[in-house]
């Protein structure tokens, strides 16, 4: 294999960690807050809002329901205000942190959803805010099921950024499909798919690891 | 320190039907437990125990009427001054509900970092409490690490942290099992004394209500419908759903071959079999040969125990009294004049 075609797929790799981490980080700062959201909104919880907690997840549903291709060219107007272009990596980091949002938001509220009603009753009973409920025992109590929700998100970003090729975003799945299946060329091909694969079992590892380390149960 | 007044609850169904009733799980409840007391409230499950006791830190707020803990009528108070309110109340639950991402001195912590409590302080605070309930060994392990009763424990070293004037008690021995249950009442009778703590607690378990409360009351289907000093309820509470209380817990029913033996009505050639209970002079009064001797009925002993509750003794006996109609009139007359609760079970054919 000659030493451009090295290059161009050690390149590929670092945009698919570029976009993956971009977007991961910043769905993750605005995924888990909307997930607390959708769970203390709840009818009969802390801060219940019932409609407030319809729209909320009226809005998620939306945006999980919204096929990925389609998201990323229907936003490139949005995209290109955001980051003044609509090709590229980062133009590629918008819609898959915009598709990440609302994953993480119900994962993270699927978490949250299994501790125990009794948890957060005998915090009232200290005469806990619901602020320092959510700080001080809804997140630690979650913080494995929080873990695993960004761990099922970033296998996901990275089987998405895959598909950032159609706005000229790059990786290893742009790469694939250029020169492993426009050029005839498997072995590009098949060394594209052996990165991706060693990569998502690296991202699954190191989730698993931090979920058995939170878990005290 | 706990008043309650006039206290109902009542659950609306969230469904939008007109007409829907609510469910009344409190009706118009009274409650008075005096400054280092410790009061039960045992009901059946469903009883209402669980809305009573939450209406008291309003983690229920009551449809009607107001509490007063410790002088402040909380009824009145929300949002930051309830939350103030409450770190003076303290509770522990059936099922600890420890949080398991915390270390056994975390949790203990939490209502005090919930107060905004320096560092330093909170840990003075928590080692005495530590050995108080004798975990000074486990303050870094996991609650999952620890025994059930061990775990209780936590809770009640959580529940004492912010210095409370009063402890709440939801079903804490249910989850347990009877040693376990023993070692914790006892725990719980050691910080009445030492702190002079009022504790309000509710169960279903006699045992509880029999080796720590001072006053109990008995609540069904919302209401209470008795209440009396620990000692007066076991020897003669004054509710049939008091005698079934404590019938269930002494386990005194007559033999089963009796039972189908027993008839409602009076014949002929039959004799009464009679549960009595008997508490003061009456435990030492020598009453079967009294009875063969002044009333001419001989006594036939089915089933007898004797109980002390607390500083009290009660005797309790279900037998067969064996004589001719006239005189087993007399025999009873006889027992109920002598301060004995006297219970008729039935009728059994003699066998002669």
């Known amino acids: 294999m000659s030493s451009a075609m090295i290059n161009l797929i050690l390149g590929a790799t670092l945009d698919t960690l570029y976009m993956v981490a971009v977007s991961g980080l910043i769905a993750a700062a605005l995924g888990i807050p909307l997930g607390v959201m959708l769970y203390v909104t709840r009818p009969r919880q802390i801060l219940a809002q019932p409609v407030l907690n319809s729209v909320l997840g009226i809005i998620t549903n939306i945006g999980r329901s919204i096929p990925f291709i389609i998201l990323m060219v229907a936003i490139i107007p949005f995209t290109r205000a955001l980051v003044g272009s609509s090709i590229g990596t980062n133009a590629a980091a918008v819609p898959l942190t915009i598709a990440a949002i609302p994953f993480i938001a119900r994962l993270v509220e699927g978490a949250l959803n299994e501790i125990s009603p009794g948890l957060v009753e005998a915090a009232q009973s200290m005469g806990a805010t619901p602020w320092q409920i959510i700080t001080k025992v809804l997140l630690p109590e979650a913080r494995g099921g929080i873990f695993t929700a960004l761990t099922v998100t970033i296998v996901t970003l990275v089987s998405y950024s895959a598909m950032a090729g159609a706005v000229g975003g790059g990786g290893l799945g742009d790469l694939g499909i250029r020169y492993g299946y426009n050029r005839f060329n498997p072995t590009i091909m098949l060394i594209t798919v052996a990165i991706l694969v060693i990569m998502v079992q690296g991202f699954q590892s190191l989730g698993d690891y931090l979920v058995r380390k939170s878990d005290h149960k | ?352």
């Open chain 2, 1 to 352: 320190m706990i008043r309650l007044q006039n206290v109902s609850k009542t659950y609306f169904p969230t469904s939008k039907r007109r007409n829907a009733r609510g469910i009344e799980a409190l009706k118009a409840v009274d409650l008075h437990v005096p400054q280092g007391q410790i009061h039960g409230v045992i009901g059946l499950s469903g009883a209402g125990k669980s809305t009573l006791i939450r209406c008291v830190n309003l983690l229920e707020r009551p449809t009607t009427g107001t509490v007063t803990v410790d002088g402040q009528e909380l009824t009145g108070l929300s949002g930051e001054a309830l939350n103030q309110a409450r770190h003076r109340i303290g509770m522990i639950f059936q099922h600890f509900n420890l949080l398991t991402s915390r270390t056994v001195y975390d949790n203990i912590a939490l209502p005090l970092e919930l107060m905004g409590m320096k560092r330093g302080d909170i840990r003075e605070r928590i080692t005495p409490l530590l050995e108080l309930v004798g975990l000074d060994d486990k303050a870094r392990q996991y609650p999952a690490q620890l025994s059930g009763g061990q775990k209780q424990r936590v809770a009640i070293a959580r529940a004492l942290a912010s210095r409370p004037r009063v402890l709440l008690c939801d079903e804490a021995t249910s989850a347990l099992d009877p040693h376990t249950t023993g070692a914790i009442l006892e725990l719980l009778r050691d910080i009445n004394q030492k702190l002079g703590l009022t504790i309000l607690l509710i169960t279903h378990e006699m045992e509880v209500v029999k080796s720590i409360c001072h006053r109990v009351s008995l609540i069904s289907d919302g209401e209470l419908v008795e209440e009396a000093d620990v000692g007066d309820f076991f020897t003669s509470p004054t509710t049939q759903l008091g005698r079934d209380f404590l019938n269930d817990f002494l386990e005194l029913e007559p033999p089963a071959a009796l039972i189908e033996r027993l008839e409602e009505t009076p014949g002929e050639h039959s004799h009464p079999v009679v549960r009595l209970a008997f508490s003061g002079d009456a435990v030492s009064t020598p009453l079967v040969s009294r009875l063969a001797r002044e009333c001419g009925v001989d006594v036939s002993i089915l089933q007898a125990k004797v109980e002390s509750i607390q500083d009290r003794t009660l005797g309790l006996m279900i037998a067969e009294l064996m004589g001719d109609a006239h005189d087993t009139r007399r025999a009873l007359d006889y027992l109920r004049n002598h301060d004995l609760q006297v219970e008729v079970l039935g009728h059994v054919q003699r066998d002669d």
